[in-house]
Nanobody
Framework: EVQLVESGGGLVQPGGSLRLSCATS????????MSWARQAPGKGLEWVSA????????SYADSVKGRFTISRDNAKSVAYLQMNGLKPEDTAVYYC?????WGQGTQVTVSS
C-alpha cells in the first residue's frame, strides 16, 4: 500500500521560506517520479512541481518557477519541496503524489 506523509507546513510571513517533506513507503521510491500539488481555499487541486525518478529532471508551474525547488533522497525515500519567497497566494494545503495517490497534505499559510 502506497503511503505518503507530508510535513513541514506552517505559518510564515511573506518573503519567508519553508521546506516540505514527503515520507513514503509501500513502493519502490527510486523507480517513480514524484509530484507536488496544492489546493487553496475554495479552489481545485493545482499541480506545482514534479521530479523524475533519478532526480535529474524537474518541472514547475509558472506560478512557482524560480521560487520553489523540488528534490528527492532515494536512499531515504523522501521527496522535498523547498519554498522560498513565499507569497500570500501560496497559501494552500500541499500534497505529494505518486501512482495516482496523494498524501493527507500539510497546511502552508503565508500571512503577515
Amino acid at each position: 500500500e502506497v503511503q505518503l506523509v507530508e510535513s513541514g507546513g506552517g505559518l510564515v510571513q511573506p518573503g519567508g521560506s519553508l521546506r516540505l517533506s514527503c515520507a513514503t513507503s509501500g513502493f519502490t521510491f527510486s523507480s517513480y517520479a514524484m509530484s507536488w500539488a496544492r489546493q487553496a481555499p475554495g479552489k481545485g487541486l493545482e499541480w506545482v512541481s514534479a521530479i523524475d525518478s533519478s532526480g535529474g529532471v524537474t518541472s514547475y508551474a509558472d506560478s512557482v518557477k524560480g521560487r520553489f525547488t523540488i528534490s528527492r533522497d532515494n536512499a531515504k525515500s523522501v521527496a522535498y519541496l523547498q519554498m522560498n519567497g513565499l507569497k500570500p497566494e501560496d497559501t494552500a494545503v500541499y500534497y505529494c503524489g505518486v501512482l495516482g495517490s496523494w498524501g493527507q497534505g500539510t497546511q502552508v499559510t503565508v500571512s503577515s
